[in-house]
C-alpha cells in the first residue's frame, strides 16, 4: 500500500503513546491536561516513513475507560492496528475491551505489542505472551504476530518497523472507487485560513475546490485547503489522514460525529437495520426496546433496540434488528458499529449496518427477516435482485454501487449472471447506464396497457397519451432519464409507439367511427356554405349537437387537415384557407402590396373574419404587414 493508517490500542498507561514517539520522533499528547495528567485524553497523530517509502499514519488512542469514546473514533479508520500490553501488568479490563471493540469491527490486521520489556525477567514475559495467545484466539487478530519490545531501551524497535512493513504490503488499501465520506474526528481553527476538521478518508477522493456536504446536518462548503500530515496537497484518496480546510462553515457549527460527503450521497435517518451481535463477554441479555449507546464511525448517539425475530439476545447470539435512533444519524451498508449499554458504560456488542435509512418494520415477519439475511449474505446478483424487486423499479449502476457498497467489478459480475437468466433489462439513457428487473418492467407494463387502453377508448381522435401525463400518472416519483428509458424498452418491446411528445399503444389506429364521421361532415358543411364568413365555432357546435366530444373533434380535424383555427372561436375549412391564400398571393404577385380592405373585397367578406385572417396569414409567415399593407413574406 502506498498509505495506510495503524493505530494502538489498550490499556491505559501500557505505552502506547511512548511507543509511537519511539517510532515517529513525535510527541501525540497534545493538550495541557494530557501532559498533566500523563494519560491520552484525545486522539494523537503522527506521521511515519517506513524504509520501503510507505507512508504510515498512526492513530494514537486513549486508553482510560471514560475516553471509549475517543478510541471508539480513532479505530474508525484504523487499517491496521497495535494492540500494546504492558509486560509488567499483562492483560487488563481495558485491553479486554479494545480487543472486543477491534473485534466487533472487523480490524484484521494487526500486531500485538508487549512493551516495557526491560521491566520483567524473561520468565515472566513469556508467561505474559502465553496469556495474550488466549486471549486472542477467538478474535480477528487470531494469527496476529506478537513482538516484545522496549521504546526506553530501544531493544525491538527496528524489529517492529521491519514487521510493520510486512503487515503492510499485505494489508488490502481502502477503495477509492467510490464516493467520498470522511468522518470528522476533530476540529479548530487556524489563523489566516479559518476552520479545519480533519478524518480517515474512508471512501472515494476529495479535491481542493469540491463541493461538499457535511452531514447529518446536511450543511453546504466547499473545500479551501488539503493537508495531508502537514504538506498541503490538490486532492487526497481513501485510507489517508486527511486535515480539511472548510469554507462557508462556522467552527461552531462542526462536530466529532459528522460526516463530509458528496451533496445527496447520504440519507440522515432514525432507523437502521443491522445484523447485531452481543458479545460472550455480556454481563446480560440485551431485552427488547433496551436503550444503548451506538457508535458508528466517529458518531455517538442513543438508539431503542428493535429485536426482529425475539424477545431478548443473549451473550454470544446474533440477530436482526433495527435500532430506532434518537438523533439522525448517516451510514452505508457494511459500516460497523458498536453499542455500549446506557449505564454504566460496557461495550456489550456490534455489528454491521444492512440498511442506513430503513423502513419501519413489523416485527416477527419471515419476509423482512428473509430480506435482511439477502441484503447481509447475498451473491452480488441477489442483492442487485433485491434492490430492483423492493420498490427501485429502476435504478442506474452508479446507484447500485452507493447503495450496495459493492465494487464496478462485483456489479458487473452480478448484472451479466441476471442478464443471462434473462431477469433484468438494460437501458441507456443519455449516457447512464440503468436496469430494471424483467418481472417489475412486466407488471409496470401491463398497467401502462392497461391505462393507454382506457386512454384510447375515451379518446379515440387522439394520436396518444401526453407522455408527462403517463409520468405523472404511474411514475410521479421517477425523473425523466428513468421515465425515457423504461418507454424506450417498452418500444423495443413492441408495446407502444412514442409519436413526438404522445405514447400510444401500437396496435392503435386514430378511427372516426360512422356517428363521428358524419358529425364531421355536418361541420365541413356548416363552414364551407359561406366559406370567408363561416358560423363562430360556439355556433357550429350549438347546430351539429356537439357535447363533451366538440373539442376533440375539432383537435382531430385540424390534425388531419380538414380545418384550421384562425383564432379562438373562428375557425374555417381547411378548403376555404387554401384558396384565400391563393387569392391573396396571386394579387400581391400582381400589385405589390395588398390592404385589408382590399383582402375583405377579394374574399367578399367582412373586417370581422379578414383582420384574424390576415393575422393568422403573418403568424405562419405567409404575409408580412409593412405599415397598414401586406406583402408576401
Not at 494502538?8 to 510527541?27: M, Q, S, Y
Not at 441507456?428 to 430494471?436: A, D, K, L, P
Not at 358560423?535 to 387537415?561: C, F, H, K, T
Request: aromatic share 6%.
Amino acid at each position: 500500500m502506498d498509505y495506510v493508517i495503524v493505530g494502538t490500542a489498550g490499556h491505559v498507561d501500557h505505552g502506547k503513546t511512548v511507543l509511537v514517539k519511539a517510532l515517529t520522533g513525535k510527541d501525540t499528547d497534545r493538550l495541557k491536561e494530557e501532559k498533566e495528567r500523563g494519560i491520552s485524553i484525545e486522539l494523537g497523530f503522527a506521521p511515519l516513513q517506513l524504509h520501503d517509502g510507505t507512508n504510515v499514519g498512526i492513530v494514537d488512542v486513549p486508553g482510560h475507560e471514560r475516553f471509549i469514546r475517543q478510541m471508539l473514533a480513532g479505530v474508525a479508520g484504523m487499517d491496521l492496528v497495535m494492540l500494546v500490553i504492558a509486560a509488567d501488568e499483562s492483560v487488563m479490563p481495558q485491553t479486554q475491551e479494545h480487543l472486543d471493540i477491534i473485534d466487533l469491527l472487523q480490524v484484521k490486521s494487526g500486531i500485538v505489542v508487549i512493551t516495557k520489556k526491560d521491566l520483567v525477567e524473561e520468565e515472566w514475559l513469556d508467561l505474559v505472551q502465553e496469556e495474550v495467545k488466549d486471549v486472542i484466539a477467538e478474535t480477528v487478530l487470531v494469527d496476529a504476530p506478537i513482538i516484545a519490545v522496549s521504546a526506553v531501551t530501544g531493544e525491538g524497535m527496528d524489529e517492529l518497523k521491519s514487521l510493520l512493513a510486512e503487515k503492510i504490503a499485505y494489508t488490502p488499501p481502502k477503495s477509492t472507487s467510490g464516493k467520498l465520506r470522511l468522518p470528522i474526528d476533530r476540529k479548530f481553527s487556524v489563523t489566516g485560513f479559518g476552520t479545519v476538521v480533519t478524518g480517515t478518508l474512508w471512501g472515494g477522493e476529495i479535491k481542493v475546490g469540491d463541493q461538499v456536504e457535511i452531514m447529518p446536518e446536511g450543511l453546504s462548503s466547499r473545500v479551501r485547503n488539503l493537508q495531508v500530515h502537514g504538506d498541503t496537497v490538490n486532492s487526497a484518496s481513501a485510507g489517508q489522514r486527511v486535515a480539511v480546510n472548510l469554507a462557508d462553515v462556522e467552527l461552531e457549527e462542526l462536530h466529532r460525529g459528522q460526516m463530509i460527503t458528496v451533496p445527496g450521497l447520504l440519507t440522515p435517518s432514525h432507523r437502521m437495520d443491522v445484523q447485531l451481535k452481543l458479545l460472550t463477554s455480556a454481563a446480560k441479555p440485551l431485552k427488547q426496546r433496551a436503550r444503548v449507546r451506538l457508535y458508528l464511525g466517529t458518531a455517538e448517539t442513543f438508539a431503542r433496540v428493535n429485536l426482529l425475530d425475539r424477545e431478548e439476545i443473549k451473550p454470544g447470539e446474533s440477530c436482526f434488528c433495527q435500532f430506532m435512533i434518537e438523533e439522525p444519524l448517516v451510514g452505508a451498508r457494511q459500516d460497523r458499529f458498536v453499542v455500549r449499554t446506557y449505564s454504566p458504560m460496557h461495550t456489550i456488542g456490534g455489528g454491521v449496518v444492512i440498511d442506513a435509512a430503513a423502513p419501519k418494520h413489523k416485527r416477527y415477519r419471515p419476509r423482512v427477516l428473509e430480506s435482511l439475511a439477502t441484503r447481509l449474505q447475498g451473491t452480488p446478483a441477489e442483492l442487485i435482485m433485491q434492490t430492483l424487486i423492493q420498490g427501485k423499479q429502476m435504478v442506474s449502476i452508479p446507484q447500485i454501487e452507493e447503495e450496495l457498497g459493492l465494487s464496478q467489478a462485483d456489479i458487473q459480475q452480478g448484472i451479466a449472471k441476471l442478464d443471462a437468466k434473462n431477469r433484468v433489462l438494460l437501458q441507456v439513457n443519455e449516457g447512464t447506464e440503468v436496469i430494471m428487473a424483467v418481472n417489475v418492467f412486466q407488471k409496470l407494463s401491463d398497467d401502462a396497457k392497461k391505462l393507454l387502453q382506457d386512454f384510447h377508448q375515451h379518446y379515440p381522435l387522439r394520436v396518444g397519451m401526453p407522455k408527462e401525463e403517463l409520468r405523472s400518472r404511474m411514475f410521479p416519483l421517477w425523473k425523466g432519464k428513468q421515465f425515457n428509458s423504461f418507454l424506450q424498452a417498452a418500444a423495443d418491446s413492441g408495446w407502444i409507439k412514442v409519436i413526438a411528445n404522445e405514447v400510444a399503444l401500437s396496435s392503435f389506429q386514430v378511427q372516426a367511427n360512422p356517428e363521428l364521421q358524419k358529425q364531421m361532415g355536418q361541420i365541413l358543411k356548416q363552414l364551407e356554405e359561406n366559406p370567408f364568413q363561416p358560423p363562430l365555432w360556439p355556433e357550429v357546435v350549438r347546430q351539429v349537437g356537439l357535447n363533451d366530444e366538440a373539442v376533440e373533434i375539432l383537435s382531430y380535424m385540424i390534425r388531419i387537415g380538414s380545418l384550421e383555427r384562425i383564432s379562438d372561436q373562428l375557425v374555417f375549412s381547411r378548403k376555404a384557407v387554401d384558396e384565400a391564400k391563393r387569392r391573396i398571393g396571386q394579387y400581391i404577385e400582381e400589385k405589390g402590396t395588398i390592404s385589408l380592405g382590399e383582402v375583405r373585397d377579394l374574399l367578399d367578406s367582412s373586417r370581422k373574419y379578414v383582420l384574424p385572417l390576415l393575422e393568422y396569414f403573418d403568424q405562419i409567415k405567409f404575409t408580412k404587414r409593412v405599415q397598414d399593407k401586406r406583402i408576401l413574406f
